[in-house]
């Protein structure tokens, strides 16, 4: 089993719509979350840290289920701009400041 | 403020000739790290460090080697490159939560 595992894309969607992101991971150590988003041939750029009691910046809204080992990021009221991949990172306290990368998600949003 | 800073951004490589990425910071931060990013393989960890003089081996490091000589530098070193070693590499560094990353190096081996 991969340590960090997110859905598989690519997500279509038309704007407006409203979509969801799950990635889980394996190491119930595990401390610090994080959504990164990736656009074409670029560097990943933070999106939005994940704290234990939801947190939420405009139309993205990010949760973390320490119990079923997973968090999530919804994105309401699609944007064509949203159009990226959506990288899931987790931080294992226990391995000494090793990062561990989701595969990735694709959102493509269409007019 | 430069950030992260790599070098080369594009180098195209002859199959067993060696080369050496570099990665600069200048945030001061204690933790860096360099991936390689297939397609639809998301970023796999080849190595990272935890300060200066310190190296640790990620999910990827065969065919790789890496040097924190100097703490805003890790040098990530190819020694015989193959093919399969054809791909785009981030640095990254971090104090501890958010990430920075380079803007990338795109290697190809031929």
């Known amino acids: 089993r991969k340590e960090v595992e997110q859905d598989p894309g690519p997500f279509n969607v038309p704007e407006g719509a409203t979509v969801a992101f799950n990635c889980t991971y394996s190491n119930s150590a595990s401390q610090s979350f994080f959504w990164y988003r990736q656009d074409c041939r670029k560097e990943p750029k933070l999106l939005m840290s994940v704290y234990s009691s939801g947190n939420e910046d405009g139309r993205f809204t990010a949760q973390l289920n320490r119990a079923s080992q997973y968090i999530s990021l919804l994105i309401r009221d699609s944007k064509l701009s949203d159009s990226a991949t959506y990288l899931c990172v987790v931080n294992p306290l226990n391995q000494g400041g090793k990062l561990i990368f989701g595969q990735g998600t694709e959102l493509s949003v269409k007019p | 403020n430069a950030g992260v800073t790599q070098t080369p951004k594009f180098r195209v490589l002859k199959t067993g000739q060696s080369m050496t990425l570099l990665c600069a910071q200048d945030?001061?931060?204690?933790?860096m790290y360099w991936y390689r990013q297939d397609p639809g393989m998301g970023l796999r960890l080849i190595h990272y460090s935890v300060g200066e003089g310190t190296t640790a081996k990620g999910e990827v490091p065969d065919g790789y080697n890496v040097s924190r000589l100097k703490k805003q530098n890790f040098l990530l070193g190819l020694e015989s490159a193959a093919p399969s070693q054809t791909s785009v590499y981030f640095c990254?560094?971090?104090?501890?939560?958010?990430?920075?990353f380079g803007e990338g190096s795109w290697l190809t081996v031929v």
């Open positions: 990254a560094s971090t104090p501890g939560n958010t990430i920075y």
């Open positions: 945030m001061n931060h204690e933790y």
